[in-house]
């Protein structure tokens, strides 16, 4: 057993052989048209990712029996952590996200292997092939630069010096795979894309086949992303669900260039247009993957998030990035003026609309890469050193944003090739005057604001056209309803709960900035204070024992109405193995509003500044997220990809 | 002119004005939004602008932190080992803020040459050092 982390290491290199095999010999396969070595490809898939995973396995098992001998294990597990943190502390570090990383890579290529059975029988090998590509350049990545395995002996620490406390919570323990099963997972529309230059069949088919992949990645992705925003909001102890920092662009920016690709797939399958666009998009989306990890690696950036970490394994992940994306883009260059699309388009078919979909959401992709890289490339010239705030973003995403929704509510009318604007006239005028009313009587409730009233009114438009839409679809067969209702096609599901998750969404964005309060006061025992509408008592602390920190315990009495609705917990805790403080907020969620209360610093005399926030529906913003993900889920479980295409 | 190349010409100019648009409210954005770093000595040396919103940062100065009585108003003081500056802020102060900790803080200089700060930037790791900070440390020591 002692040896364990040794085998993993080995075990490591194992995969890396592979994955450097996988990368050659069915791409020489496919040059020289021999059968065989294309067959090598689903084996040496299934060696790679099982050795990783295995490799995977050890760690975590490193972790769980405290194996301190393990210089990653020591720094970032303790004997105290309870055990699931334990496991999760496997990706708690730089080399064990890396790590699961790599894993995740994998096991989508071993999914994609025992999948390709649909795909033509060159076609399968070369994805597979560049998979193999990207695996191997991170798999030296790990073995180079930052090995978990790496021992430190004689001298073993008795204990370890535990996981960051920050991290020592459920949404961290799923956030990391989630995120990076969404990231990674655009490697295979990569691939596929990749696949499509080589092989030069750039026909819609490989379209086809890259769209349930990407739609999956899209909803892991997505759920990544809530549950992040979800962690910060409660985790970060001041109540914000997004702070336009380095570490959470660098996640929106796949996912904005992620959402452009879902659409334009979708042109590229059904008409055969966009085409050439659409594989610089597949490539420009797992580029942005790449500068994620990058950018979060290297920690080139100030970043709120930002972990230590090491600047040659940044110089290390930014060769990689430039090889990657550079021969990407170079093999695009070559290829890509053969390919011609057969069909044109019609200026107001539903092709426009999506245009004007991939046009926003890359403008909102670039807006956001320009603002996140905009410190580095001052630095660069010597310009000083800058940071680039939240305002930047709020100013220029807002509006593009609040367009491309308008947008949404009309796009899915309209027929492709061709549209009647009567017929588009007659759809959404009922809506867009319901929108209207409906947002201003909101409104007499509640203090007018110009730009919030076109946003409420916006989303309100969105989810009113939604239902438009299934309506006019519903009703204008012969059959019952419910008959044709069912008639309808998952995909064409998946995209209404999507967008009506994106309304979803937005209305609780609005209504979290027009109608929170925030409040940061001192608090002595016996204080009470009015915040929105609620009563809040403070009846001191008690200390409490958990089982790696200890915590001084606010009691907060809620009072509505001088009633007691609620008390409420927050805690300052101490984490004993790093001497570390952290603010555990203390929630009460509801649908319509959260109360939030998170104890500041203990100041004289038993008193304590304390933050009191009421926020309202801000929920809405992560089950927006939640209905996003269902719809990408349901979009690619649609009957049709099932079947068989021999093309 | 023929309807493929007017299709064509179409779509480009669209793309250009909504590309055009985009880069304005871009540009318009940033010339609003960037912050500027300024170590210790560059503030003491009076290279940075008042009532300009600006990030500064250093060490916290070993019992330098103040709290009033009666409110949430703190005053710290970081140095880069040449120089140091005040900084004044009301509120909570984050969990990873300690004394003799690298810190990057965002607000305005005023004319008594204290930053009064809006945001003192927390992170999540001990170890972890801004690296303007770092870069600010040794820019000091070389003089």
Known sequence: MIMLPEIGHYVLILAMMFALALAVLPMMGYLQRNAILLSTAKPLTYLMSGLTCASFIILAIAFAQDDFSVLYVSQHSNSLLPIWYKISAVWGGHEGSLLLWITILTLWAALLAFKSETLPNSTGPVVLSVLGIVATGFLAFILFTSSPFLRILPDQPVDGVDLNP?????????????????????????????????TGNLNASWARWARPWTNVSWAFLTLGIALGSWWAYYELGWGGWW???????????PWLAGTALIHSLAVTEKRGVFKSWTVLLAIFTFSLSLLGTFLVRSGVLTSVHAFASDPTRGVFILALLVIIIGSSLFLYALRASQVKS???????????????????????????????????????????????????????FSPIALLLIVFMGIGPLAKWHNTKGAMLWRLSWLPAVLAIVLASLVFTFHEFDVYMWVSFAIALWLVLMCLRDWLDKVLAARQSLWQRARKLPRHYYG??????????????????????????????????????????EFLGTRHVEGPNYTADTGVINVYQDGQVITQMLPQKRLYQARQQMMTEAALDPGFTRDLYISLGEPLADGAWGVRIYIKSFVRWIWLGGLLMMAGG???AWDKRYRRK??? | MHPVRKKRMITIAVILVVLAAAIGLVMYALSQNINLFYSPTQIAQGEAPQNVTIRAGGMVVDNSVERA???????????????????????????????????????????????????????????????????ALEKAQAQ
């Open chain 1, 342 to 396: 057969q069909v044109s388009f019609g200026l107001t078919g539903r092709e426009s609309w999506l245009l004007i979909n991939n046009i926003l959401l890359t403008i909102l992709t670039l807006t956001v890469l320009l603002g996140t890289l905009y410190p580095l490339i001052f630095d660069a010239f010597n310009l000083g050193k800058i940071s680039v705030g939240a305002p930047y973003f709020n100013a220029v």
């Open chain 1, 645 to 647: 295409t021999g093309a």
């Open chain 1, 166 to 198: 920050l991290l020592q919570d459920i949404g961290l323990i799923i956030h990391p795979p989630m995120l990076y099963m969404g990231y990674v997972g655009f490697s295979v529309a990569f691939a596929f894309a990749i696949a499509a230059l080589i």
């Open chain 2, 69 to 135: 009585s009666d409110s949430l108003d703190v005053a710290f003081s970081v140095t880069d080992y040449q120089h140091s500056v005040r900084i004044e802020y009301t509120g909570i102060l984050p969990d990873l803020f300690r004394e003799g900790q690298g810190i990057v803080a965002q607000g305005k200089l005023d004319e008594r040459g204290v930053l009064i700060a809006s945001e003192v930037l927390a992170k999540h790791d001990e170890e972890y050092m801004p690296p303007e900070v770092t870069d």
């Open chain 1, 495 to 536: 995209m209404q709960l999507a967008h009506i998750g994106v309304a979803v969404s937005l209305i609780g964005v609005i209504f979290v900035s027009m109608n929170s309060t925030e409040t940061i006061v001192r608090m002595a025992p016996g204080d009470r204070v009015d915040v929105g509408g609620y009563e809040f």
């Open chain 1, 633 to 635: 889920l349901l979009a």
């Open chain 1, 243 to 253: 702070f336009w920092d380095p570490v959470e662009n660098a996640s929106l920016m």
